[in-house]
């Protein structure tokens, strides 16, 4: 290329770089410096989400084995398979079994889309619980996480509870009997029992119509939405919180140990050395 040419690219780069659109999008140079990388990590909408330093062994996938961003792509896939088999599920005691019927034989891609959401869902309870455990096993629910792990908690009973009011609504036996057995043992609880069973169950005794619209109204609107609002703010903490905790650092006594061995290396090479043969 000729010195004339380049001279004319570099030319219109820097006027577009410069320009005023360009710099309302792009407000920091390149990040080449500490400052301009956490700006960087600051002005943007999708960046600012990530914490702007984190720990590069934290970020190793065998750290997290990533349980938090499977169970949240769950979640998606659970959301977006719910509204299709919302188009053709009406929560009727007299319909509800024959509806599941249908869609797993005559909706174009009805069987699939409904085990995708009965696998999704049973995956869900899994990585989260491995999830819960692993932050756990490295002591993550220490401040100032600890009330990201309350956070957590609650996420995991309402993933529990989303599990429970879904099982009913096939109204097959299996989710009939299992539903009757569970409500009813929201009755032998303490002072609320009555109360925590008709509460569910919006009948005295046994599982019905009532029961079922009750399943339905907390499995497709209310649980989802608290999950949601609940994982914003587990999200939004996690970034507060300096991202993922990290393997802590050694304690003192590993690192008397680390430099105890580090002077006795140093030791057995200078008596290795001959006497003036390094100078
Ligand atoms: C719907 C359920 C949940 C979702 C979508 C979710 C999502 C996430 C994500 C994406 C992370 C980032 C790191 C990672 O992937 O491991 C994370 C971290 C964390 N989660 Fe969850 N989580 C859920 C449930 C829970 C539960 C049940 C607990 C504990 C009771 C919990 C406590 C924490 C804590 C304390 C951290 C910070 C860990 C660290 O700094 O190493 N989460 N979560």
Not at 250 to 279: C, F, I
């Amino acid at each position: 290329m000729s010195t004339t040419n380049r001279g004319l690219i570099d030319q219109t780069w820097s006027k577009v770089t410069e320009s005023q659109v360009w710099r309302s999008i792009f407000r920091h140079g390149y990040p080449d410096t500490p400052l301009n990388q956490s700006l960087v990590m600051m002005g943007n909408v999708f960046l600012h989400l990530h914490p702007v330093k984190v720990s590069r062994k934290a970020m190793k996938i065998t750290y997290t084995w990533c349980l938090g961003g499977l169970s949240f792509f769950l979640f998606l896939v659970l959301t977006i398979t719910g509204v299709f088999l919302m188009f053709y599920f009406v929560p009727d005691q007299n319909v509800a079994y024959s509806n599941i019927q249908q869609i797993q034989s005559a909706v174009a891609f009805g069987n699939l889309v409904r085990n995708m959401h009965r696998w999704a869902a049973h995956l869900m309870v899994v990585t989260v619980t491995l999830h819960m455990i692993r932050v756990f096993y490295h002591g993550a629910y220490k401040p100032p996480r600890e009330f990201n792990w309350v956070i957590g908690v609650a996420l995991f009973l309402v993933t529990l509870l989303l599990s429970f009011t879904g099982y009913l609504l096939p109204w097959d036996q299996i989710g009939y009997w299992a539903i009757t057995v569970g409500s009813n043992m929201a009755s032998y609880a303490p002072i609320f029992g009555t109360a925590a069973h008709n509460f569910l169950t919006g009948q005295p005794v046994g599982v019905g119509q009532p029961t079922l619209i009750r399943f339905y109204t907390l499995h497709v609107i209310g649980l989802p939405l608290v999950g949601a609002i609940l994982m914003a703010v587990h999200f939004w903490r996690i970034r507060k919180d300096g991202g993922e905790a990290g393997p802590p650092p050694p304690s003192r006594r590993e690192l008397e140990q680390a430099r105890a061995q580090q002077a006795q290396t140093q030791a057995a090479t200078r008596e290795r050395v001959p006497a003036g043969s390094l100078n």
